[in-house]
């Protein structure tokens, strides 16, 4: 069984800064790539960052220059530094992750997301 836990949202104002984490547990072989997804009310789920197991990064073109994805592989994790945060950035962010547990096939695990509002 495999759990992603989100934590670091809430609300803060046009310019502020938010640290998101999402931590991985259970029977865990490897994990490949970990990425951050966003979803507004009435909107569909779109991709914030992402990281391969290399480190290489890439962003959605909105976040370039304000997000930064990072990870620790001994921990499992993966975080997103949001900074200069606007309105628009106000959704339910996602931890994503595809990963090989145990004896089994690499597949996309979710996390139960964390609101993220940002006043203005």
């Known amino acids: 069984q495999v759990q992603l836990v989100e934590s670091g949202g809430g609300l803060v104002q046009a310019g502020g800064s938010l640290r998101l984490s999402c931590s991985v547990s259970?029977?865990?072989?490897?994990?490949?790539?970990m990425a951050w997804y966003r979803q507004a009310p009435g909107k569909q789920r779109d991709l914030v960052a992402i990281i391969t197991s290399g480190g290489l990064t890439d962003y959605a073109d909105s976040m370039k220059g304000r997000f930064t994805i990072s990870r620790n592989n001994a921990k499992n994790a993966v975080y997103l530094q949001m900074n200069s945060l606007k309105p628009d950035d106000t959704a339910v962010y996602y931890c994503?992750?595809?990963?090989?547990?145990?004896?089994?096939?690499?597949?996309?695990?979710w996390g139960q997301g964390t609101q993220v509002t940002v006043s203005s």
């Open positions: 259970g029977s865990i072989f490897s994990i490949n790539t």
């Open positions: 994503n992750v595809d990963l090989r547990i145990s004896g089994g096939p690499t597949l996309p695990y």
